[in-house]
């Protein structure tokens, strides 16, 4: 299973972004999906995460700004960043509950990590 994702970059405060992460492979069936960052010198953090029923859930840092959302028939998760701030800024990372054709229970795969950078 192969994780990519994309949408990261460089934006002023205020400004939006939106993230991608697609799933590829051998995949049975999707079940949470999520979105971590990690700032430098701090601990990876959960941003956002979603169920296979779509139930969501945000860290309160976030709540009211960002939106979470998937396409299951895509393999994709995504997540809408408006009134980005200076700390937004860091390495934002995909989390996907996948269960594959070859084994049967769920495991988690992340994906490489994108930047986001948010200028004051």
């Known amino acids: 299973v192969q994780l990519v994702e994309s949408g990261g970059g460089l934006v002023q405060a205020g400004g939006s972004l939106r993230l991608s992460c697609a799933a590829s492979?051998?995949?049975?069936?999707?079940?949470?999906m999520g979105w971590y960052r990690q700032a430098p010198g701090k601990q990876r953090e959960l941003v956002a995460a979603?169920?296979?029923?779509?139930?969501?859930n945000y860290a309160d840092s976030v709540k009211g700004r960002f939106t979470i959302s998937r396409d299951n028939a895509k393999n994709t998760v995504y997540l809408q960043m408006n009134s980005l701030k200076p700390e937004d800024t860091a390495v934002y990372y995909c989390?996907?509950?996948?269960?594959?054709?070859?084994?049967?229970?769920?495991?988690?795969?992340w994906g490489q990590g994108t930047q986001v950078t948010v200028s004051s």
């Open positions: 989390n996907v509950g996948v269960v594959t054709t070859t084994l049967p229970y769920e495991y988690d795969y």
């Open positions: 492979g051998s995949i049975f069936s999707i079940n949470n």
């Open positions: 979603i169920t296979s029923g779509g139930s969501t």
